[in-house]
């Protein structure tokens, strides 16, 4: 069972790296352990996959390699792929902040790469589960040899519990740790360390944030969101925040997850349009009583846990101008406090992953170790909200399917 390219991973990456190798007249395989392909596809974007975005730039990607991820992104474009969609007549449209999805369904994208890995005579098999890789002594033979250039190179070997497969490439591309509901596992970390590969350490990515203990007042306001811009270093987002019966969550919140270390606060600007301070003074006459006068700008609920919460709770008359300087203070840079992520369960991406360094930034395939490939979130590259680690498994994809 000789192959020119196996693929373990029938997600974004995987798929497009199968498409992309096949036009080429390499013989693919790819490898799924879940019964269906895509799963995570399926799911994303609430079931519409936000499959990509129109702004895509190296800055919205986190990696200890900034510069890492820049090839693959200029070869392969959102427009690339835009033109994709629109040659498989899939009707889609954008949300906001340069978000495209799909306006029927996400299964429509799967379809896609199943019908152009049909073209490209792809093999899929699922329900296939590897148990072990080996980069083998022997050689392909003529005879053997799918094609004449992989004629007398090494071949990996990959025993399944359907058959055992050869091939002269080996792509991995399992994702991370995210959503192990659907299958996820550390299979791609476990195959880099057998490799001697260096590891960059994982932890939660895009992911609802649990309140630090002594916040207990703030659970009342499950299921109400505000605008607001949120901080945490240098990083910024201006976008909803949503209270959970457990602490924060909401597109602001999931950007700023990928920067927070515990025991740093987050500055949460209440009022990233106005100057709290400005607002209070120019309202000194207002006879209404802060948290009400507090509800023309906020949700009511939370005005009002708020204010009992932070200050007191006073006819804006009668605030003296210190009372005024710290509630205008919080308003504009409320300190909060996270004890932890909700976890991978509720993550939807990976932090960390393959090291960078170990890896082509032209090709994606392992320095030290001829013939195999890391794509997609397995690799320390991971991206905002918005369609962005879509992108990088597009682009991640055609760069090694150009060489495999």
Avoid at 139 to 160: C, D, H, I, Y
């Amino acid at each position: 069972m000789n192959f020119d390219v196996i693929i373990v991973g029938a997600g974004a990456a995987g798929l497009f790296c199968a498409i992309e190798a096949g036009k080429r007249g390499r013989k693919v395989l790819v490898l799924e352990h879940n019964a269906q392909v895509g799963r995570k596809i399926l799911i994303s974007g609430g079931g519409r996959c936000n499959f990509t975005n129109r702004d895509i730039k190296p800055e919205n990607f986190i990696s200890q390699n900034s510069h890492f991820c820049k090839s693959a992104l200029a070869r392969y474009t959102p427009q690339d792929f835009i033109e994709l969609v629109k040659k498989h007549k899939i009707s889609y449209y954008e949300k906001k902040l340069g978000q495209l999805f799909c306006r029927e369904s996400s299964r429509q994208i799967v379809e896609m790469l199943l019908e152009e890995c049909r073209k490209a005579k792809v093999e899929i098999r699922t329900n296939c589960s590897v148990k072990e890789i080996k980069k083998s002594n022997g050689l392909l033979s003529n005879k053997t040899a799918n094609s004449r250039q992989n004629a007398g190179v090494p071949l990996f070997e990959v025993e399944t519990n359907q058959d055992v497969f050869n091939s002269v490439s080996l792509v991995i591309a399992t994702g991370g740790l995210s959503f192990a509901k659907i299958g996820a596992t550390d299979f791609g970390y476990k195959i880099a360390r057998q490799f001697g590969l260096k590891t960059i350490e994982t932890r939660p990515a895009l992911v609802p944030m649990v309140f630090a203990k002594g916040a207990e007042d703030y659970k009342q306001l499950a299921g109400v969101s505000c605008d607001a811009a949120v901080s945490c270093g240098k990083a910024v987002f201006r976008e909803n925040i949503l209270f959970t019966h457990r602490g924060l969550s909401g597109p602001a919140i999931l950007q700023i997850s990928n920067y927070w270390r515990k025991d740093t606060p987050v500055s949460v600007n209440l009022l990233p349009t106005e100057n709290a301070f400005g607002l209070l003074e120019n309202n000194r006459e207002n006879r209404q009583k802060l948290d009400d006068f507090l509800g023309q700008f906020l949700p009511n609920r939370f005005s009002e846990i708020f204010t009992r919460r932070n200050f007191a709770n006073k006819p804006l008359n009668q605030l003296g101008k210190k009372e005024i300087e710290q509630t205008a203070q919080v308003l504009n840079d409320w300190q909060v406090f996270f004890g932890e992520t909700e976890g991978y369960d509720k993550a939807e991406a990976t932090l960390g992953g393959i090291s960078t360094n170990e890896l082509s930034s032209q090709t994606m395939e392992v320095k030290r170790v001829s013939g195999l490939y890391f794509v997609g979130e397995v690799v320390d590259v991971t991206g905002w909200l918005g369609g962005y680690n879509f992108q990088w498994a597009w682009a991640s994809g055609f760069a090694a399917g150009q060489v495999v």
